[in-house]
């Protein structure tokens, strides 16, 4: 009877994020306990009304699916039970439907038998829920009665798999490459799966007490008193394969017991290749690194996009803001994106910090101006806004008297992991440079959603004023590092290179930064990949490609050379001089193992780790957009909606693709000859190269002879 | 090897009545059709802590179950897994055990091998959850890291019964009592069971397509088309017995289809009934109404204290706190105060009133002073004062600028169904004695909790000063109606008898209300149960027994006349003029049926109409505690604890038990003699008859001869 729709599951947008990021967040594991967020986990609502006004023009019979227990309204007439079909008169009519579910998010599906019908659920429904959804400033209540488009997923539409159910990601079997006996013992097998990978372990042939021990490392495996994740089993009959329940990350396992072999299924999130982003050149060692970053990045994507993948396995907002932007380079998964930002703001009211970090949540207002700059899509901006407005609302309530952030006395302050001397407290130059862009992001957010009433926007210019009034120090070419209230004159690379990635230097002062602070040797390193993100897109920024390129092949070269299959957490190459020179690392040496007091604390598969894959797309093959979705959300768009400033920095040749919401930008630059295509869909971009500049359209191949 | 413990299940307090709340609120339906509250519904915290240090003087072996995923801590280092059962070594230690549950309260049970062992979970141990719990008008949030005592119930304490399977209802079978052919068809049967009852509908050797109507009057069962609840089943095979999955309320049942015969499970929350409360008297209609009275009150106090148990079945603050005040002279069951409690405030943040309804949060402040002062249990105020404040700071926030309650757009006032004019815009004089009555009832419960910085006793003080300025009109011997902003000059009941009842008016004044309100016939009358309540305690505690005792004869009497078997949600005794005169009432007529516009709307077995069981407890027997508990709770307690001021009211003689929490005081009186038996445990009475006034010590029994 019912023809195939197009009819997708719909929920109170944002509230399937919020359930399964605690079902994610909660997975953690430490030596196999369980290991859960030490922040706010918020609830779905448990009824919600999904409503739909229409006009048929004859009867139509429509199928009912709910995740949870429904009511059925048609014309404000409460229908009997839980009709699973009705048949639905011609004319102009109203549903409305309550569904309520305590342990998953109510979820609505109607399939009608006539295709493209008005009654098949998608956006173009509302849905609301009882309960009062935010208090603004003046106290007044908002959210009851207020009607918002649902939430749905992208491949979330079969009726038989409610959403509850539905998996985002994919398994495929994989076998180890190596695999040896310990101690000459048939009973303590080690396996070897040739690199990081993450995923179920399966036992074959196995029987009684099992012990497994997971490693980053081999040495981790091997260390059954350290190793960070393990699991025992007690298997009472013999299984053919057995699937452990929960995944993990590793790339040895160590396995005592009666089993005959092990193979896993890698877990993974599909993607689309032929719309990914690509880098390849003339320096073998940049293509490998990319490609370690690019699978670092795969791994570490997951339902959201996580930290690491042995630890935490959480969504940490600073983390996430950086994977965005290395997606946008690599993946262009918006889905991903926008289900990580929905999961870390979680519901009002507000009683925290994202993640309890002050910097935190102002990664968390930047990667939403990010997110629009790259895709153009402003109803995501207009579904957020308003958890956007009450996430400020408590960041400014917490403002020192001079309008100035600090930390309260429930706020962490990250910044970094550092290696040197410095304090956290007081008002960091740093957080008010975060704040300062912040609320320039509200602002343009304000702006799209309709909101005049604010003025985020002289908030920022105000606050930038004060910046260079009591941090920029002439004498030193730097801005200085706190006030505690008195001036703490130590000078770090954090707020400068901020200062410099943000736009927020003249060029002058870009110049005296990059002499004074980023090139000179006596200003602490940085030795997270973490906050190496910005200090190399500051370079890069400015024109000091050859620099940034050195550096990439030194510090992530680095890593590979330590025998690293993914980018790690933390990384000073200093900890260990003895670098091998096999040219197929087995696995990392201990120095570089440890972290938080613990032999092998240290996580191998960090999504900061990998950004070479922004850098390289960002800063070399040179591609950003200039209007919100290189320009494709406005066909009306007359402005330059995109450039291109390829930069080979040293290498012979490039080439390499950069996903934009409508298709691939192709490039490829050698001595001789730049070429650049450009999809249907986007707007006019413009390419910068030997001081030239050239124009090309969408659709267009263009070819330079240089 | 574990010998039998006193453990109990315990979880974070208030969130197992939060998530069984949400379970008891969304089993209404209307015709069929799922019918759930249209107010907010909160969710417990889904990771908790749970902790506690002690010292042993040999090794324990201890069994852990928990509800939930958990991991155990022992002196601060994480154990491995999930451990079942654990030796804690002797000496001083600390547990910590984090449990995450995203479907029912994270609840925990630890048994030891010795018996009253620190370790055996009871309210020793504490609880503390992630998230913080609330914010202070100063934006200060609360909660995260603070520690409070779990939550328990008693009786839920078997490790192999989970929390969420614990049910605190038993069932027994019942038969109909009349069994009848409709039109002379068999496959159309009505089944009356004699009276008012509630649960499971039991078919015998039922097959096929089953239509059952059920109906709390014989008309309403036969009304197919109207009766406000029903079923349909399609049983595909012949069972032998079929048990409905949810439970109803009905008298009569009709059920058509293939059908032997129809029983049910009778559902009930047991009560110790050697503990009740208990009236008999010289007036068998007076004897029959307190019974009525007693079984709509075992009726409707079940997981909560629900309104009505054909609808709404919700809870809802007006009418419990009435039921509560009828609990303590009939059952005496503190949990079932404390679950409703506990129930209705919910969560923070605060988004609106209790039932979105401005008089059901003054209820809802009173009832925890009614609560206190009649148990003494200072550790559920204690508990509940966070969120008594918080209650505070909402309603105070929505205050006129003349600091008086009045309604704002979102507020629903409530008052009581009148059947005359009566506007309710503005601000009410009603609303603002229960404000000022809410106000005292904060000051008592921040003194308890220890908070000293409050001065709710100052702003009630004022208030009532400004109630007599604004409302009392000496010529009309009354409190007026409203201001809207002109003065409204109508005189109902309503702000007058609350007045007297909670001792606002000097004694001339409730003289003057007496003669030109409460006993002036052109004053509108009362036509609910609800609001006659008060106007009858009123009454009563002037010491108008006999017009009290009348009027209850005459109301009560009459729906007991129109066929009651339980008490009704409204009955306006004008609405039908030909009572029956037969003494076995079949079932009532239909102009008493009507209601909200819908032929079966009324609910005929509504708690609020049960309030003789108060009444006649309260001003007959005459019983009230002075101090907290009956002056239990306190043994160097020196002041008269309770009183006791028998009045006949013209009945001949009546004697009756009265609850206390540590027993039941005993009252005897006829013409002749007084007898008055008191339990241990008690503080000293007074007992005032007869213009004499004698003391009674605990476990005395005292006999006067008159």
Known sequence: MIKTSKSAWIWFPGD??????????????????????????????????????????????????????????????????????????????????????????????????????????????????????????????????????PGCWPGCNQPEV????????????????????????????????????????????????????????????LDKDHCETLDHLDLYMREKQYVLKDSKAFRFVRVEGEVENVSMLYEYLPHDTSRSGRFECSDPLVNKIWKVGAYTMDLTTREFMMDGIKRDRWTWSGDAIQSYLMNYYLRFDSEAVKRTIRQLRGKDPVTSHINTILDYTFYWFNSLGDYYRFTGDVAFIREMYPRM??????????????????????????????????????ILCFEQILLAKSLETMQLCATLAGDKKRNYGKMATE???????????????????????????????????????????????????????????????????????????????????????????????????????????????????????????????????????????????????????????????????LQPGYGGADSRQKDIAWEARPCLGGLEWMRGDVPTPYGKIHIEVDAYTLTVSTPQGIGRGIIYYNNVQTEVKPGQTLTLQL
């Open 389 to 426: 407005k009450t996430q400020m609302d408590y960041t400014l309530s917490r403002l020192s008297s001079e309008g100035l952030a600090m930390g309260q006395p429930d706020d962490w302050i990250f910044v970094d992991w550092v290696d040197f001397p410095m304090h956290k407290r007081g």
């Open 162 to 221: 409610l959403p509850s159910k539905f998996s985002l990601l994919e398994t495929e079997p994989r076998q180890a490459v190596r695999r040896s006996l310990i101690d000459g013992n048939a009973r303590q097998l080690l396996f070897d799966f040739g690199q990081e990978t993450m995923g179920y372990l399966v036992l074959h042939n196995a029987q009684g007490s099992i012990h497994i021990y997971y490693g980053e490392s081999e040495a981790e495996a």
């Open 463 to 625: 606050l930038r004023k004060k910046i260079d009034q009591i941090f920029w120090d002439a004498s030193v070419h730097a801005y200085l590092h706190a006030l505690e209230p008195e001036l703490n004159r130590q000078v770090t690379k954090f707020p400068n290179m901020f200062s410099i990635f943000y736009g927020y230097a003249s060029d002058e002062r870009c110049q005296e930064i990059l002499q004074h602070v980023m090139l000179n040797p006596e200003v602490p390193a940085i030795n997270t990949p973490y906050m190496r993100f910005y200090e190399l897109a500051a370079l890069g920024q400015m024109g000091l490609q050859e620099k940034v390129l050195h550096e990439i092949k030194d510090y992530w070269g680095g890593m590979l050379l330590e025998g690293a299959t993914s980018f790690w957490e933390k990384y000073n190459p200093n900890e260990n001089d003895n670098r091998s020179d096999s040219q197929i690392p087995s696995s990392p040496r201990a120095p570089h193992l440890e972290m938080y007091g613990r032999p092998y604390g240290k996580s191998l598969c960090h999504a900061w780790g990998a950004s070479p894959v922004f850098l390289l797309g960002r800063y070399f093959l040179g591609v950003r957009p």
């Open 16 to 149: 399937r994020e919020i359930w399964l990021g605690n079902l994610f967040n909660n997975r953690r594991t430490e030596r196999g306990a369980m290991f859960p967020p030490f922040w706010k986990q918020d609830s779905h609502w448990q009824t919600v009304e999904f409503s739909k006004q229409f006009t048929l023009s004859k009867p139509e019979t429509i199928r009912i699916f709910a995740e949870g227990a429904y009511n059925f309204m048609l014309d404000g007439k409460l229908q009997f039970g839980e009709p699973k079909s009705f048949i639905i008169p011609e004319g102009l009519h109203k549903i409305n439907i309550k569904v309520h579910n305590l342990s998953a998010p109510p979820s609505l599906l109607i399939e009608s038998e006539r295709e493209g019908s008005p009654l098949e659920t998608n956006d173009t429904w509302l849905v609301t829920c009882e309960d009062k959804i935010w208090i603004d400033e003046n106290g007044q209540a908002h959210g009851s009665g207020i009607y918002l488009q």
